[in-house]
Every structure is written in structure tokens, then in C-alpha cells.
T-cell receptor, first 112, second 114 residues
Framework: GQNIDQPTEMTATEGAIVQINCTYQ??????LFWYQQHAGEAPTFLSY????GLEEKGRFSSFLSRSKGYSYLLLKELQMKDSASYLC?????????????FGKGTRLSVIA | DAGITQSPRHKVTETGTPVTLRCHQT?????MYWYRQDPGHGLRLIHY???????DKGEVSDGYSVSRSKTEDFLLTLESATSSQTSVYFC?????????????FGPGTRLLVL
């Protein structure tokens, strides 16, 4: 089976840095995705990692270690609008268009 | 904007009635997906399509059927709705460079089965 774990909830202060971890155990791997989902809205794509290392995109960065089955999403200079759920998802098996397997999401609350 | 719309956006129905949800896309994407999202479970795949008349089951396909008679429309049908199918349903398409395609989601349909 496929297993993707991430913390259920996190709280952080406006202006700070927060790291949301994701660990996965899947039968094959062809990329890890992070999505942001505000309450009552659809998930929106944030980042994609398929090789080990850090991908930076503005205030958001995502890291992947395939040997450890581990990823994290780093959010810098937190803003109130970053309060949302963050979904980690893995694509298996080795095909570009196979469906994603999602974790249950991490609900981030940004407080003043 | 991936050009995805879903209809209806909200629906209330009674147990035992048939329900059809529609996903419409305007950009000729080949791959389309239906997910449901429930508290404590995250997003789970119901069915997906890799072309006209080509579909496959996902993790939670029991009680659901799909049809894709033309590229732009992917229909999800609950033949006889049950309260356990109360959920938020998201349609998605896949787009991007070959080998690194990314899924983009429609706005969702909130379904309440009484």
C-alpha cells in the first residue's frame, strides 16, 4: 500500500519561518508535489520535486530526499494569508500522468 | 488557469437518488481525474480517464461510475446516492512537460446526501 504522513496541524507566527514535513512509503516514486488549499477552495499547485535537493520559489521552498522518503515545505516570512492546509502528494508508478496519492494534509494557522 | 469548471457547485439530494456531476475543460487535456475529499482522509482518487472512452478505477470507486464520450467532459455518476457519499468532489486535469506533468484542480462540488 501507499502511506504518506504529515502533521495534522501546525501554528506559526506572522513573519516567521515554518517547515512542514512529509514522509512517504510508496511502491515506486515519480515525483512529489505540494499543494496549498484554503478553506472551502480547491487545492492549488505549489511545487514539484523529482530529484534530491531544494527547489526554491519565492517565499516557498521544497526539499526532497528520495533515499529517506522525506520531503519538507519551507515557508518564509509568513503572512496571514498563508493560513491554509498544505497537501503532500506522491506520483506512482513511473509514468507522467498516473494519479497522485495524497497525504491527509497539514493545517497551518498563522497568528499575529 | 487550467480552464476547468464543475457543475453543479452545490447539491443536496436524498438517499437512493441518482446524481451526476460534470467536469468540463476547454483546453483539450487528455487526462482527467475525479477525487473526493473528506475530513480525516484527504483527497482520494475515485476514477480517472486517459482519453475518450478510456477510464480506470481509483482507490474508492465502489458506488461510482464515470463516462467520457468527448474530450472536454468527464462525468461522475452516483447510481444510488448514500449518506457516505456526502463529500466534496474535485475534478483535475494533468498538464505540463512530459514526465513532469502536474495536476490542476477544478473548483469542486459540495454534495450532501440526506
Amino acid at each position: 500500500g501507499q502511506n504518506i504522513d504529515q502533521p495534522t496541524e501546525m501554528t506559526a507566527t506572522e513573519g516567521a519561518i515554518v517547515q512542514i514535513n512529509c514522509t512517504y512509503q510508496t511502491s515506486g516514486f515519480n515525483g512529489l508535489f505540494w499543494y496549498q488549499q484554503h478553506a472551502g477552495e480547491a487545492p492549488t499547485f505549489l511545487s514539484y520535486n523529482v530529484l534530491d535537493g531544494l527547489e526554491e520559489k519565492g517565499r516557498f521552498s521544497s526539499f526532497l530526499s528520495r533515499s529517506k522518503g522525506y520531503s519538507y515545505l519551507l515557508l518564509k516570512e509568513l503572512q496571514m494569508k498563508d493560513s491554509a492546509s498544505y497537501l503532500c502528494a506522491v506520483r506512482v508508478p513511473y509514468s507522467g500522468n498516473t494519479p497522485l496519492v495524497f497525504g491527509k494534509g497539514t493545517r497551518l494557522s498563522v497568528i499575529a | 488557469d487550467a480552464g476547468i469548471t464543475q457543475s453543479p457547485r452545490h447539491k443536496v439530494t436524498e438517499t437512493g437518488t441518482p446524481v451526476t456531476l460534470r467536469c468540463h475543460q476547454t483546453e483539450n487535456h487528455r487526462y482527467m481525474y475525479w477525487y473526493r475529499q473528506d475530513p480525516g482522509h484527504g483527497l482520494r482518487l475515485i476514477h480517472y480517464s486517459y482519453g475518450v472512452k478510456d477510464t480506470d478505477k481509483g482507490e474508492v470507486s465502489d458506488g461510482y461510475s464515470v463516462s467520457r464520450s468527448k474530450t472536454e467532459d468527464f462525468l461522475l455518476t452516483l447510481e444510488s446516492a448514500t449518506s457516505s457519499q456526502t463529500s466534496v468532489y474535485f475534478c483535475a486535469i494533468s498538464m505540463g512537460l512530459a514526465g513532469s506533468e502536474t495536476q490542476y484542480f477544478g473548483p469542486g462540488t459540495r454534495l450532501l446526501v440526506l
